[in-house]
């Protein structure tokens, strides 16, 4: 018994292809959807991408893509595969240790899990894509999510910047549902 | 690069000797307290423990425990970790497939990650111990969570049990901050 859960090839392979540094919010988002793009491609997962970077040196410290329905875990969102990445790759849970800002990009509005999941990461600066709405739009849920999330994001010293490059998100989130990917999630 | 989250071999070992089927609500939240209790016994984590179970064959699925320090990742809540191993063990990220019925015991009402992270995985019965509160009195960040967040549940088909043995949970809850464990978490 143990918790191994598996990273696809492709996934991998590109990984280490990365730039090392992303100097800009719109290098680093790029990546994002590239990995979301690359899910899509592969057949590996959901049209979700994520990328975690040092917010003073840039430097990258993770890349994740949804792996809910190649992982067979329903807590492998793309933000919990580059949150957790960037945790082994730093060795410790708390990606703000010695003081670091940490950013994190996602293609879309985090959902109810990562939304709680986010700040027990030590990320302190959160940039996405798509609105909730627009992931909803496509037929998943994004769960309860307590009102006025940004506030209560910004009074635990988390800022959060939205609609970034969000007509990208949302044309990955279309090629998803035109191809009739898997909308796993709610039971009723 | 993967994602292998390790367990720590008096985990597995425990594990390996637990009943195949817990009849009773009792039974299966006294290993959950159990599982939490050998968690301080052997430093490898925060006073949380859970048990997943098959609600019709009460068969067990998924054990738990807090595993942030150990594993170095901050997802690692001890729902979390019975949940996944559930899902590695079923083969499906969906624990209801097939039309199963899925209960989660923890010794402690779920935090905002969570909360989030129950209704992606297939199950339909929470049952609580220390509430919210108990948690909070020894110095853990439990989120924000939805307003409510039970009667939501139920609207998701989720039913919820609190109070279930909650003064054994909160006694290894008063262990764990007597003995000045780690509280992490909050960053502000």
Redesign the interface.
């Known amino acids: ?7 696809p090839a492709w996934f ?1 392979e590109w ?2 292809t990365l730039p090392q540094r992303l100097e800009y919010d719109a290098a680093a988002m790029t990546v994002a959807l590239e990995a979301c793009r690359r899910n899509l491609d592969g057949g590996t997962g959901g049209p979700f991408g994520a990328v975690v970077l040092d917010g003073k040196t840039r430097q990258v410290l993770g890349v994740g893509v949804n792996l ?2 190649f ?6 969102h793309a933000e ?2 580059a ?3 960037a ?2 790759r730093t ?4 990606l ?1 240790a010695g003081g670091r800002d940490v950013t994190l990009y996602s293609t879309a509005e985090p ?7 986010i ?4 990320v ?1 600066r959160l940039v996405c894509g798509a609105r909730d709405e627009d992931v909803r739009a496509i037929g998943f ?1 994004e ?5 006025g ?1 940004s506030d ?1 994001y910004r ?3 988390i800022t959060v910047t939205r609609d970034f490059l969000r007509a990208e998100a949302v044309g990955l989130l279309e090629r998803y549902a035109a191809d009739g990917g898997i909308r ?5």
């Open positions: 018994m143990s918790l191994q859960l598996p990273l991998r990984v280490a809910v329905v992982g067979q875990a329903s807590v492998l919990i595969v949150l957790t990445l945790q082994q060795g410790s849970y708390d703000a959902c109810a899990m990562c939304l709680g999941a700040p027990w990461s030590g302190n849920d769960g309860d999510k307590p009102a999330w209560l009074r635990r010293g796993y999630g709610p039971h009723d």
